[in-house]
């Protein structure tokens, strides 16, 4: 079992930038590949960038790629996305995940943070 919990989002205008961090519990975290989620009010929950357990192998959206940067730190639990060049179309709830494996699909994931609000005025 996975606790997940999320923190760092806020209210940013275009062009700035923000770091995610994703906390979780347990002992077995180096086991888990993770992953960011995000979702806008009325629509998909999208992939956002995905990260192996040892943290060599990622994986990010078309969208974010050059802008986003997806890492670990095994030794504390904890996952972070950095986010630079921030765009209004980025606005939505982040959900990070763990999973067996690094995939972009949801259903790679078995366990889910909460969320945390990220708003980007133009």
């Known amino acids: 079992q996975v606790q997940l919990v999320e923190s760092g989002g806020g209210l940013v205008q275009a062009g700035d930038s923000l770091r995610l961090s994703c906390a979780a519990s347990?002992?077995?975290?180096?086991?888990?590949?993770m992953g960011w989620f995000r979702q806008a009010p009325g629509k998909e929950r999208d992939f956002v960038a995905s990260?192996?357990?040892?943290?060599?192998?990622?994986r990010y959206a078309d969208s974010v790629k050059g802008r986003f940067t997806i890492s670990r730190d095994n030794a504390k639990n904890t996952m972070y996305l950095q986010m630079n060049s921030l765009k209004p179309e980025d606005t939505g709830v982040y959900l990070c995940a763990a999973g067996l494996t690094y995939w972009s699909t949801r259903w790679s994931y078995n366990y889910w943070g909460q969320g945390t609000q990220v708003t980007v005025s133009s």
């Open positions: 347990g002992r077995t975290f180096t086991s888990y590949a």
């Open positions: 990260i192996n357990g040892d943290g060599i192998g990622t």
